[in-house]
């Protein structure tokens, strides 16, 4: 089962300490790149032998990369990329911003 969210919703990254967002009107790649490389961290998609899966490191603290618990099983790039991102955006990482869809936002914000 894929994790594809409706690549017609376009989102809102908001950060989780201040409520304020990060973006508007980022597609699913964008919201899940602002989540991933939030307070300095930085993130890849690595193939292998099972698929795909999602390394990321914090570079500040000089720390190595990390295999996350995000993966996808699809051989093929772009399919695990869209995956993959789909399951960032739906996740709530700790320390890191979320995403909510724009329509959610405005609602919550009467605009």
Not at 44 to 73: M, P
Not at 92 to 107: E, F, G, M, N, V
């Amino acid at each position: 089962m894929t994790a594809h969210p409706n690549l017609n919703v376009t989102y809102t990254v908001i950060d989780t300490a201040s409520g304020e967002p990060l973006g508007r009107h980022l597609t699913v790649a964008e919201a899940a790149a602002t989540i991933l490389t939030d307070d300095g961290h930085e993130f890849e998609i690595r193939a292998s032998d099972t698929g795909h899966d999602l390394w990321c490191r914090q570079q500040v603290t000089n720390k190595g990369w990390t295999r996350t618990v995000v993966f996808s099983l699809s051989d093929d790039r772009a399919e695990a990329e869209a995956e993959i991102f789909g399951k960032v955006i739906k996740s709530r990482w700790p320390l890191h911003p979320a995403a909510i869809s724009d329509d959610d936002y405005d609602k919550m914000h009467n605009l």
